[in-house]
């Protein structure tokens, strides 16, 4: 049974950061591409950024230069960092890890929250 497990949301205020974490955990059969999704309270879920097993990554363009995104192969977990949160940063945060289409893993979700 794999498991995906975030952590690290929280309150702040715009301006400020937070590291948010992801970990797989059980027998996952492949080196997943790892992402963050966000969703909002009236939005679509919709990807902030992705890693794939050798670091390269991508950005939606509306964190570009604010988020970084990175990976340890030897602990099955990434990272999120994220700067500058603005209000509109506010989301509900998922951790995907993904082997193909039909072998998809996601986290839970993990709350940030940004006030003025």
């Known amino acids: 049974q794999v498991q995906v497990v975030e952590s690290g949301g929280g309150s702040v205020q715009a301006g400020g950061s937070l590291r948010l974490s992801c970990v797989v955990s059980?027998?996952?059969?492949?080196?997943?591409?790892m992402s963050w999704w966000r969703q909002g309270p009236r939005n679509e879920r919709e990807l902030v950024s992705q890693?794939?097993?050798?670091?390269?990554?991508h950005y939606a363009d509306f964190v570009k230069r604010r988020f970084s995104m990175s990976r340890d192969n030897t602990k099955d977990a990434v990272a999120l960092q994220m700067n500058n949160l603005q209000q509109e940063d506010t989301a509900m945060y998922y951790c995907?890890?993904?082997?193909?289409?039909?072998?998809?893993?996601w986290g839970q979700g993990t709350q940030v929250t940004v006030s003025s």
């Open positions: 995907k890890a993904k082997c193909t289409e039909q072998e998809t893993y």
């Open positions: 059980g027998s996952i059969k492949c080196r997943p591409v």
């Open positions: 890693i794939d097993f050798y670091g390269s990554t």
